[in-house]
C-alpha cells in the first residue's frame, strides 16, 4: 500500500506538470507551425483505478513487419484491464536508446512487471541491473539479452531460431534429393534480418550448420535487409545484378521475402515451385503462407508471434509466488504446399 500511494502521490505530480506544459506548448504548435502537426502521444501512466489492477511496461522493438504487428497484437489482447492488468505501450522504433529510455521510464513509474523485446542482444547489462535493483521483475519476448548475469531477468518466452534455420537447411537437402540434384553446385544468397538480433543470428548459425555438411552449397553473399520489405527489394536487386545463376534464396522474414520476390519480377527471373529460384522464408505470416499455398514461395519456417498468452500465465504464476521455469520455446510448425491450405482458414496473423 505505501509502494501504491508513492507511486500515486508521483504521478498526480507528473500530470499536473504535464497539462501545465500542454497549456504552454500548445500554441507553439498551432502559431509556430501554422497547422496542426500530428503528435504521437504513448499511452497515459497508470491512475488512481488502477490500485487493483497489475502494471506491466511493455516496450516492443518496433513496427518493421506484419510479424510484429502480430506479435504486439498478441501481447495487448493478453494483457488486458478486464485480465486485470494496466499495460503500457511503447514503440522503440528500432532502435536501442530508445528501449533503454522506456525501461528506465518504467522503473520510474514502479511498474509491477517489465516487458520487453529487445532490438538486440547486447546492451542490456546496466538498465536491466537497475530494474533489478527497484525489485521490478523482468520478463523478455521473441529476441533473447546476452548479459553476464542471467538473474537480471526473470524469464524469457521465444522461438528456437537456431532450430528454425536448421529447419531451412534440412527442408534445402529434401528438396534436391527429390529433384536429383543433391550432387549438383547450388549457389544461394541469404537476406539476413538486423545483425545482431536473435532471429539473425540463430537463424543464420542454424542454415550454415547443415550448409557447412554440404561442400556443393555456396553461399554467395549474406546481407542484412534490416527484417524489412523495402530493404530486402533494394539488396535482392543488387545480388541479381552481381548473380546471374542464383538457384536458392533464404529470406530471413516474410517482409524481406515478399521485398526479394518484388525485385525478381522486374528483373524477369523465375521463382518457387516451378521458377528457377527456390525461396525459402521465415515466420509464416498469412500473407506469406497465400504465397505458399500459390507455389510462389516454397517453403516457410513458421515463428510465431503469440506470446501473450505465455506472458500472462507467467505473471499469474509470479503473482502467486510459485517458480517459473527460465525460458519458454514457443510451438511452431513448417508451411509447405503440401500442408499449408488446412491452417490458412482462421489463421489471425
Known amino acids: 500500500m505505501k509502494r501504491l500511494l508513492e507511486r500515486l502521490e508521483e504521478v498526480f505530480f ?89 525501461l528506465r521510464s518504467f522503473i520510474s513509474q514502479r511498474v509491477d512487471y517489465i516487458v520487453f523485446a529487445p532490438v538486440i542482444e547486447s546492451g542490456w547489462d546496466t538498465v536491466l541491473q537497475e530494474a533489478k535493483d527497484a525489485g521490478i521483475p523482468v520478463i523478455v519476448i521473441d529476441r533473447m539479452v546476452n548479459v553476464e548475469d542471467d538473474s537480471l531477468y526473470t524469464t524469457w518466452i521465444g522461438t528456437d531460431a537456431r532450430k528454425e534455420g536448421e529447419k531451412a537447411g534440412r527442408w534445402l537437402e529434401r528438396y534436391l534429393r527429390e529433384r536429383e540434384m543433391q550432387s549438383e553446385d547450388i549457389n544461394i544468397v541469404v537476406l539476413q534480418g538486423t545483425i545482431g538480433s536473435t532471429a539473425e543470428i540463430g537463424r543464420t548459425e542454424g542454415f550454415r550448420k547443415i550448409a557447412d555438411f554440404h561442400k556443393n552449397w555456396h553461399i554467395l553473399e549474406s546481407a542484412t535487409g534490416d527484417f524489412t520489405a523495402a530493404k ?118
Open 14 to 102: 507528473r500530470h499536473v506538470g504535464a497539462c501545465i506544459l500542454l497549456l504552454c506548448v500548445m500554441p507553439l504548435i498551432f502559431v509556430g507551425h501554422g497547422i496542426f502537426r500530428e503528435i504521437e502521444v504513448e499511452q497515459a501512466p497508470f491512475d488512481a483505478e488502477t490500485e487493483d489492477l497489475i502494471v506491466v511496461g511493455f516496450s516492443q522493438l518496433g513496427s518493421e513487419s506484419g510479424w510484429r504487428t502480430a506479435h504486439t497484437l498478441s501481447v495487448q489482447e493478453a494483457l488486458t484491464k478486464d485480465a486485470g492488468y494496466f499495460l503500457i505501450f511503447n514503440n522503440a522504433r528500432q532502435m536501442q536508446e530508445n528501449q533503454i529510455k522506456a
Open 232 to 349: 530486402g527489394k533494394e539488396v535482392m536487386e543488387k545480388m541479381l545484378r552481381r548473380y546471374p545463376n542464383i538457384d536458392v534464396l533464404v529470406s530471413q522474414n516474410d517482409d524481406m521475402t515478399m521485398g526479394a520476390i518484388a525485385a525478381m519480377q522486374e528483373a524477369g527471373v523465375s521463382f518457387g515451385e516451378d521458377g528457377e529460384v527456390a525461396v525459402i522464408s521465415f515466420d509464416a505470416i498469412y500473407d506469406a503462407l497465400e504465397m505458399v499455398d500459390a507455389g510462389r514461395i516454397n517453403v516457410d519456417i513458421e515463428c510465431n508471434p503469440v506470446q501473450g498468452a505465455y506472458i500472462d500465465e507467467i505473471i499469474r504464476k509470479l503473482e502467486n509466488g510459485e517458480t517459473v521455469e527460465k525460458s519458454y520455446i514457443v510451438e511452431e510448425n513448417i508451411f509447405t504446399k503440401d500442408n499449408v491450405a488446412e491452417f490458412l482458414e482462421g489463421r489471425t496473423y
